[in-house]
C-alpha cells in the first residue's frame, strides 16, 4: 500500500517561499508512476498545482503558478518537493501529494495535507 506523507506547511509573508515535501513509501520504486500537487482552498475545489513523472522526471504546472513553483524528485529518498516562490494570498490553501499510475488519469493515493497560508 503506497502511503504519502507531505510536511513543510505553515504561515509566510507574501512574496515569501516555502518548500513543501512529500515522503512516499510502500514499493521499492515509484518506476511507472506520477507523483502530483493538488491545493484545496476553502469554499473552492481541489485543484491540480504541479506533477512530476517518477521515472524521468516530466514536469507540469497549473497557469497559476508557473515561474513560481518547482516540483522535484529524489529518487534515492523517495520523496517529491514543492518549491514555491513568490507566494501570494491566494496560494493559501491545503496542500496535498498525490500518486498514480502514469498511464492512468486519476491518482489512487493521497497524503493527509498541509496547510499554506500566505499573509501579512
Known amino acids: 500500500q503506497v502511503q504519502l506523507v507531505e510536511s513543510g506547511g505553515g504561515l509566510v509573508q507574501p512574496g515569501g517561499s516555502?518548500?513543501?515535501?512529500?515522503?512516499?513509501?510502500?514499493?521499492?520504486?515509484f518506476s511507472g508512476y506520477k507523483l502530483g500537487w493538488f491545493r484545496q482552498a476553502p469554499g473552492k475545489e481541489r485543484e491540480i498545482v504541479a506533477?512530476?513523472?517518477?521515472?524521468d522526471s516530466n514536469t507540469d504546472y497549473a497557469?497559476?503558478?508557473?515561474?513560481?513553483f518547482t516540483v522535484s524528485?529524489?529518487?534515492?529518498?523517495n520523496t517529491v518537493y514543492l518549491q514555491m516562490n513568490s507566494?501570494?494570498?491566494e496560494d493559501t490553501a491545503v496542500y496535498y501529494c498525490?500518486?498514480?499510475?502514469?498511464?492512468?488519469y486519476a491518482y489512487?493515493?493521497?497524503?493527509?495535507?498541509t496547510q499554506v497560508t500566505v499573509s501579512s
Do not use: E, F, H, M
Request: hydrophobic share 35%.
Open 98 to 104: 498525490a500518486a498514480g499510475l502514469r498511464a492512468r
Open 87 to 89: 507566494l501570494k494570498p
Open 18 to 29: 516555502l518548500r513543501l515535501s512529500c515522503a512516499a513509501s510502500g514499493r521499492t520504486t
Open 73 to 77: 524528485r529524489d529518487t534515492a529518498k
Open 63 to 68: 497557469d497559476s503558478v508557473k515561474g513560481r
Open 108 to 113: 489512487d493515493y493521497w497524503g493527509q495535507g
Open 51 to 55: 506533477a512530476i513523472t517518477w521515472s
